[in-house]
Structure formats: structure tokens, C-alpha cells
T-cell receptor, first 114, second 112 residues
Framework: NAGVTQTPKFQVLKTGQSMTLQCAQD?????MSWYRQDPGMGLRLIHY???????DQGEVPNGYNVSRSTTEDFPLRLLSAAPSQTSVYFC?????????????FGQGTRLTVV | DQQVKQNSPSLSVQEGRISILNCDYT??????FLWYKKYPAEGPTFLIS?????DKNEDGRFTVFLNKSAKHLSLHIVPSQPGDSAVYFC???????????FGKGITLSVRP
């Protein structure tokens, strides 16, 4: 049981480049989300999905796109990378419909935009 | 506007003593609260949670207390161990399908 798997673990991009951060979970969780962690800012929600085909914005969605074609996968796309997107990105998943169930996090992707 | 606040960025305690990590919230609609622990270069891991219908939940060395009237919760770790040194995030949600809102985290250092 792999849990939540994120790839890549590290990435360096040039300003203006695009890329996709991959996230996959094997727990059949309906709810998946992407967070970014910045020093002194905690974990901020970028986008989330409550099931295949359904996505919604979090508190910091600008510059990012998501899609959810399957239950297992929830990729995060950076359309045109900017230095402000330098951060550590975490994908998380949990069951939907049960109050307070904890989210399981991936190991993170450390992204540097130069 | 930050809805979940962890106002102290760091805490240092002696091994064997109690660690008390505090968290305040502003949204009275929050009905479930969770604590996550994060080691460097790893993802956060769930530690303990509490429903708004309770005022205390205990799991081994970890106890979470909720004071709804004060919109305040705290995590107690007794006794503290060096392996508890990590960043601790407080999180809250409203309802079964809602997103988690996190605080900024507090760095706990347990001195041997």
C-alpha cells in the first residue's frame, strides 16, 4: 500500500516554463487536494477535488490548473512558472463524507523557479 | 484573514516535561480540529483530532483540549521526547466534505 505518491521530489524550472506535478493515491479516497508550504505561511490550499470530474479552487489558485479524470490521480499544472511559485508542494487525500477523517500527505515536491 | 492561528512560532522544552502547543480559531463554523506533525523533508502526518462536541481527546502521550467558548485548542505532549521535535500544524474543517484550513505551524524542540 503506497499511500500518496508525488513525483518528482525535486524540480528546478526557468521562469515561464510549464510543468506538471504528479500525485497518485491507492486508497480509493474521493477527496484530494494540493497545498503549498512556504516559510512562515503554513500550508495553503491551492486546489481540491471531491471526486473524479469535480475540482474547485482553494485560497491560492492563481497560476495553477488541476484536473481529476480518475479517482487515483490529481495532477497539478503550472502554466507559466514564476519565482513566486518557488515552494514545497504537498498532495493530500482522504475519504469524503466522514467527519474529521485525517488527510494523508505525500512526501512533497520541492520546486525552485529561477 | 487567517482563520486558524498558531501565534507562537517555536517552543523549546526539556525532555520528560510537558509540551503545550496552542491554536486559536476565528470561524465558529469549524466543527472538527486536527493536529499534524511534520519532520523536515517529509509530508505532514496525522497526530490526533477532536470533534467540536467534545472538550478532550487523548491518545497515549498526546491530548488535545478544546475550549469552544474561547475558540482555542491546545495539544499536550507528556512526557516530551526528543523524537517529538518537529513542526506541528493545527487544522480545522467545517463539515464532512470541507477542506482543511491550516495554521502556520509551530516548531517544537525537545532538549535531551
Amino acid at each position: 500500500n503506497a499511500g500518496v505518491t508525488q513525483t518528482p521530489k525535486f524540480q528546478v524550472l526557468k521562469t515561464g516554463q510549464s510543468m506538471t506535478l504528479q500525485c497518485a493515491q491507492d486508497m480509493n479516497h474521493e477527496y484530494m487536494s494540493w497545498y503549498r508550504q512556504d516559510p512562515g505561511m503554513g500550508l495553503r490550499l491551492i486546489h481540491y477535488s471531491v471526486g473524479a470530474g469535480i475540482t474547485d479552487q482553494g485560497e491560492v489558485p492563481n497560476g495553477y490548473n488541476v484536473s481529476r479524470s480518475t479517482t487515483e490521480d490529481f495532477p497539478l499544472r503550472l502554466l507559466s512558472a514564476a519565482p513566486s511559485q518557488t515552494s514545497v508542494y504537498f498532495c493530500a487525500s482522504r475519504y469524503r463524507g466522514v467527519k474529521g477523517t485525517e488527510a494523508f500527505f505525500g512526501q512533497g515536491t520541492r520546486l525552485t523557479v529561477v | 484573514d487567517q482563520q486558524v492561528k498558531q501565534n507562537s512560532p517555536s517552543l523549546s522544552v526539556q525532555e520528560g516535561r510537558i509540551s503545550i502547543l496552542n491554536c486559536d480559531y476565528t470561524n465558529s463554523m469549524f466543527d472538527y480540529f486536527l493536529w499534524y506533525k511534520k519532520y523536515p523533508a517529509e509530508g505532514p502526518t496525522f497526530l490526533i483530532s477532536i470533534s467540536s462536541i467534545k472538550d478532550k481527546n487523548e491518545d497515549g502521550r498526546f491530548t488535545v483540549f478544546l475550549n469552544k467558548s474561547a475558540k482555542h485548542l491546545s495539544l499536550h505532549i507528556v512526557p516530551s521526547q526528543p523524537g517529538d521535535s518537529a513542526v506541528y500544524f493545527c487544522a480545522a474543517s467545517t463539515g464532512a466534505n470541507s477542506k482543511l484550513t491550516f495554521g502556520k505551524g509551530i516548531t517544537l524542540s525537545v532538549r535531551p
